[in-house]
């Protein structure tokens, strides 16, 4: 089973997923822009050979190089975890002509204008939006919508250049503000909730389901720096509330067209019970969100997901048994973290249901907040009850402080 991989070493868990196709029998060649000499050794020895390219956003460039550098070996597999790799990877395994999802597939799953009219075209619900590319479009598309509307790149990642927007005032001053982005998507604004519904799938088919709540939405999270987002799975996904959800994305599985792998998607529950599909990506969650899934079963996932993708089998039985709480933390301040208050105490109380610690310790730099989904690091608990885990989760929102300089 040989297997290229595109970016094993980037983002992080990125190596994980490397270790789980060796564990399962693949040989794997991994394919990045940093220098062997720079991938840790963990890495290294889960790789059959390495492939080093100057671009790796360049598609054409990468396919060209792949192809070449594969000449005379069989390959059977080509996958990428990464959601800006996973256009690249289709294109090259329609060069190389390697079953899995074709482009036209998976741009089904990363162009957030073309997934909606597929999810809509199959009579799911999804917020009514347009493709827009300049103010003037944006304007008019506002105005057949109806505020509140949001307006988001076609392709964007970590709500980068997301807004919320609720007058034709607030539309001016985002319009300003985007002027960069070349094209947007601009959509009605959902009220409600917002969930997570992520798969391992074989031939479309989910083999592994998860579902996870944001603590608040994204887009609120990630505009107020005062805020620690959380994310917590659902233990109980029969419950009425989130099966609904469930089943809605299963529909939009179907009617994408997926193939094997991850599947990360995001819905909103409206106040009126409502669910309305939200985007969603062939890929897996990032943010620690496998890790999540991992200890909300006591499973593997990274190895699990190259077993269904290899071979087409799924061997862990997931129980649900926890719900997994992750709080990210950003610290008061700038510089170098100087001190860190309430996390003493919290461990001595609660300690037992903390199953990882990475808050930046003391001295290390601050991250910026706005870059970086995992800010100054995260704290993961896990409880048997929703409510506590999500309790437990406030309270380490609300009583472990940061300081920087
Ligand atoms: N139609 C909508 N109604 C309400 N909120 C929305 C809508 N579209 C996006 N949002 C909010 O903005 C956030 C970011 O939007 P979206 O998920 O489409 O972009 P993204 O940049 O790919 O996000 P990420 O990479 O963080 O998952 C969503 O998680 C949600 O909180
Ligand atoms: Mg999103």
């Known amino acids: 089973m040989n297997v290229v991989f595109l970016a094993p070493s980037y983002p992080p868990e990125m190596q994980q997923y490397t270790r789980g196709l060796a564990e399962v029998g693949a040989n794997v060649f991994g394919v990045g822009d940093a220098p062997v000499s720079a991938l840790p050794a963990s890495l290294k020895r889960h790789l059959h050979d390495y492939l080093q390219v100057p671009k790796l956003m360049d598609e054409d460039d990468v396919v060209a190089r ?114 960069h982005v070349g094209e947007a998507s601009l959509e009605e604004f959902i009220e409600g909730d917002e969930f997570t519904f992520d798969t391992v799938c074989i031939g479309g088919k989910p083999v592994y389901t998860n579902v996870a709540q944001y603590l608040p939405k994204p887009i609120i999270a990630r505009s107020n720096e005062w805020i620690s987002p959380v994310i917590t799975t659902v233990r109980d996904l029969s419950q009425p509330a989130i099966a609904s959800g469930v089943a809605l994305g299963h529909q939009v599985l179907a009617a994408l067209g997926m193939g094997d792998g991850f599947t990360h998607m995001e819905w909103f529950r409206k106040p009126s019970g409502e669910v309305v599909f939200g985007e969603i990506g062939c890929r897996p969650g990032g943010a620690c969100l496998v890790d999540q899934m991992n200890y909300t079963s006591d499973i593997d996932l990274f190895r699990e997901w190259a077993r269904a993708v290899c071979w087409h089998a799924f061997e862990a039985v997931a129980p649900r048994m926890y719900n997994a709480a992750i709080i990210f933390k950003r610290a008061k301040g700038q510089g170098r973290i100087t001190r860190i208050t309430g996390l003493h105490e919290f461990m001595r109380k609660y300690g037992d249901f903390v199953v990882e610690q990475h808050l930046s310790p003391v001295g290390t730099q601050r991250r910026n907040w706005k870059h970086t989904l995992i800010s100054d690091g995260h704290i993961l608990l896990r409880h048997p009850d929703f409510r506590i885990a999500n309790e437990l989760a406030d309270l380490v929102a609300n009583e472990i402080t940061l300081y920087a300089e």
């Open 66 to 179: 792949v192809h070449a550098w594969m000449r005379g070996r069989s390959v059977d597999r080509v996958l990428a975890n990464w959601e800006v790799m996973v256009l690249a990877a289709a294109k090259l395994r329609e060069k190389l002509g390697v079953a899995g999802m074709s482009y036209d597939a998976v741009r089904g799953f990363r162009d957030k204008q073309l997934m909606k009219e597929r999810v809509a075209a199959a009579g799911l619900r999804v917020p009514r939006s347009m493709r827009v590319r300049t103010a003037s479009e944006a304007r008019e598309a506002a105005l057949k919508i109806g505020y509140p509307v949001v307006l988001k790149p076609i392709a964007g990642a970590g709500s980068a250049d997301t807004y919320e927007v609720r007058s034709e005032a607030e539309l001016e001053d985002v319009l300003k503000k985007t002027q």
